[in-house]
């Protein structure tokens, strides 16, 4: 899992994923949030899902996540290897069991909940 | 017809009878939705769509499944000879299977489907795809949650795929009241296709309609279809029609005094012939005469038992001296055995479809058409013969039916339904009389030819049907043993004529020859007579001669007048 998410996480990097999430993913402890977000090529809801991503993790899991982000248009095969249909798609890696949210992220309590960081109603 | 004019391109489907009804398959490089309820063969007709495009049209193609594992799915329709590893692994066809949480997504906020639409645009750059099946995309509405944007999203992806220019299958479940649950229909408008299934008393049939098809003609009518080892066969019903060329060419039926009581030449070629008859009246034994005639010629002969199996038929017809097996070993006789309660009505005509198509004799037989039919109501068995004679006369085969007539009724009213279509109808009976039960046979009706209207008695001999020599007595046809009396009768009449033919030809002799011999006497006596009479003539003459003489002689010596008569009377 850990080698197959540094591998696909490498050609996003230049386009998709600008230098603080790099700085972020370093950051990073063992026992942190593994984040993958899913996107096709840089669209406004991308961008939008990203800076909505990072704004819900700096204020409730600072300094216990790691972002990557995947651009499909780089590697399209990822999208049959990973099951993503929906973009934006956001999948919490670890800790297990794995979630799958969709959509810009910009309900923030639908994010939360989709991350069990908020019990479901 | 359809052909001569421009018309859409199209994808054939290789599926037997489907491009008939569509007119040569689907919209080519357009989406085509494939509706109905669960288990009427929706992923299956997709799958053979893709498989047989991939190995006989040189498309590759690629099937995205939302319900099934790829390994179920390859499992599955490997029981049809479908084998998909082979396909995948020849880069002909990609099996992607589209796993779906259980349970809606959390939504965050919009979305699009930008990953299903790389992950295909993947997979059909990745083979060169032509054709593409979306097994049931609709299971996308039951696990990811904002169906406005499902909506939009999948008009999208059609629009996407035509713009792809890939022929493609969207296969849809049947909703209440509409084609598909989630009303694709409006979205996918160039081709509609609904499967159906259905039971009758405990029958079931599967049927397939073209709801629409835009920019072509199509067949209009529900239609059949089977499914079995060889994949799907649907039933092109309406391509029937009258438009048979009506041979002229007879066929003789295997009896060879039949064929002189129909015209001397038996049944015509193309031609359906109906042998009705009660219990053990030997329908079955005059369809294996046909059979075996057939055979004999180098024919090939489909025969459909319905209610016995091949072996017993077999069996039975060695005891009248028609070998059979023979026929099976060389390939030219082949027996279809299905119980007629093993499948609908339609699925017995598809599976008839399907077996002269690929088998393609020239003689068919069902034996009988009545267990074929039982079961549906008068109505549903008249369309269902009506079909099987059309479809029988349309590939030119011979066929011949038998029925089972109960005894009791009127032998020609059970068949009120049939009747019309029938072009030679031989009706077999029973004739009892005398404390005996005999085998007639008659002809009811044999249309474009001039035939026997006798009954003839009929023997199931250890080499065959026979017919025997017609005797009429006082009551009619005379058989068994009464007609063995008369035979007896007449042959004993005849010795007595002949005896006296033989005497009076004696008699008439001998009174020609004794009247020969008279006239030969008479003639001996008239020629004496004549003999006879000319001496005395002739003597005669000598006499006269010498009276005169003498008288001249005597005048000169008395030297008289030289007129004696004068003389005379001077000397009176």
Redesign the interface.
């Known amino acids: 899992m850990k080698t197959k998410s540094t591998k696909s996480a490498k050609p996003a990097r230049p386009k998709a994923q600008p230098p603080t999430g790099a700085k972020v993913a370093k950051q990073a402890k063992s026992d942190s949030i593994i984040l993958r977000l899913?996107v096709?090529g840089q669209t406004p809801?991308s961008i939008l899902?990203l800076a909505?991503l990072k704004k819900i993790c700096e204020e409730h899991l600072a300094g216990r996540y790691k972002i990557q982000v995947i651009d499909?248009?780089e590697d399209?095969?990822l999208?049959?290897g990973d099951?993503?249909?929906?973009?934006?798609?956001?999948v919490r890696e670890l800790p297990v069991p794995v979630?799958?949210?969709?959509?810009?992220?910009?309900?923030t309590e639908?994010?939360l909940?989709?991350l069990d960081l908020l019990p479901r109603k | 017809m359809a052909k001569a004019r421009t018309q859409l391109p199209k994808a054939p489907t290789g599926i037997q009878g489907l491009d008939e009804i569509t007119g040569g398959g689907f919209p080519k490089g357009r989406p085509t939705l494939i509706c109905g309820g669960p288990g009427c063969g929706k992923t299956l007709l997709a799958m053979e769509f893709l498989v047989r495009g991939a190995t006989e049209y040189g498309e590759p193609g690629v099937f995205m499944a939302f319900e099934e594992a790829a390994k179920d799915l390859t499992q599955n329709v490997a029981s049809l000879g479908f084998d998909l590893k082979d396909l995948v692994a020849r880069k002909k066809m990609v099996l992607d299977f589209v796993y779906l949480e259980p349970g809606e997504m959390e939504e965050t906020g919009d979305y699009d489907l930008d990953g299903l639409f790389i992950r295909l645009g993947q997979a059909i750059d990745s083979i060169g795809a032509k054709r593409v099946v979306l097994d049931t995309i609709e299971t996308l509405f039951t696990s990811l949650p904002n169906s406005h944007i499902l909506r939009a999203e999948l008009r999208r992806l059609f629009r996407w795929l035509k713009d792809r220019g890939v022929t493609a299958i969207i296969t849809g479940e049947r909703g209440e009241g509409t084609l598909t649950r989630q009303g694709l229909e409006e979205y996918v408008s160039d081709c509609v296709i609904l499967l159906d299934h259905r039971v009758n008393d405990q029958l079931s049939s599967r049927r397939l309609r073209v709801v629409k098809y835009r920019g072509s003609t199509h067949g209009t009518n529900e239609y059949p279809f089977l499914i079995d080892e060889d994949g799907i066969s649907v039933l092109p019903v309406t391509s029937l029609g009258l438009q048979q060329i009506a041979s002229s060419k007879r066929i003789p039926t295997g009896v060879a005094r039949l064929d002189s009581m129909l015209g001397g030449a038996g049944y015509f070629r193309g031609s359906s012939v109906l042998v009705s008859g009660t219990a053990g009246t030997g329908k079955s034994s005059l369809a294996a005469h046909f059979a075996d005639a057939a055979c004999r010629r180098g024919e090939r002969v489909t025969y459909f038992a319905f209610e016995e199996s091949p072996s017993q038929i077999m069996r039975n017809m060695r005891s009248i001296g028609i070998d059979l097996d023979q026929w099976v070993q060389k390939g030219l006789l082949q027996f279809q055995a299905n119980r007629p309660s093993s499948a609908g009505l339609e699925m017995h005509l598809t599976m008839i479809h399907k077996a002269i198509k690929s088998f393609k004799p020239q003689v068919v037989i069902v034996d009988p058409l009545t267990s074929f039919v039982a079961g549906g109501t008068e109505t549903e068995v008249k369309t269902i013969v009506v079909r099987l004679v059309d479809l029988l006369k349309m590939n030119h085969c011979t066929s011949l039916f038998t029925s089972l007539t109960l005894s009791g009724g009127l032998l020609e009213q059970t068949q009120i339904a049939i009747a019309s279509l029938i072009d030679t109808w031989i009706l077999l009976r029973e004739i009892e009389v005398g404390g005996e039960r005999n085998r007639g046979m008659y002809i009811l009706k044999s249309r474009g030819m001039a035939h026997s209207n006798q009954i003839r008695e009929f023997l199931l001999t250890d080499h065959g049907v026979e017919l025997r020599d017609v005797y009429v007595g006082p009551s009619g046809v005379l058989t068994g043993s009464a007609r063995l009396v008369q035979e007896a009768q007449e042959q004993a009449g005849r010795a007595v004529r002949n005896q006296e033919v033989e005497r009076r030809g004696i008699e008439l002799e001998r009174k020609r020859t004794t009247l020969e011999a008279q006239v030969v006497a008479l003639r001996a006596e008239f020629a004496v007579q004549e003999i006879a009479s000319k001496v005395i003539i002739g003597q005669e003459q000598a006499e006269e001669a010498q009276l005169v003489q003498e008288r001249v002689d005597m005048g000169l010596s008395r030297k008289a007048d030289t007129t004696p008569n004068k003389k005379n009377g001077n000397s009176k």
């Open positions: 899913y096709a809801r899902a909505n499909l248009l399209p095969k999208a049959r099951q993503i249909l929906a973009i934006p798609t956001l979630r799958k949210i969709i959509g810009d992220l910009s309900n639908r994010v909940i989709g």
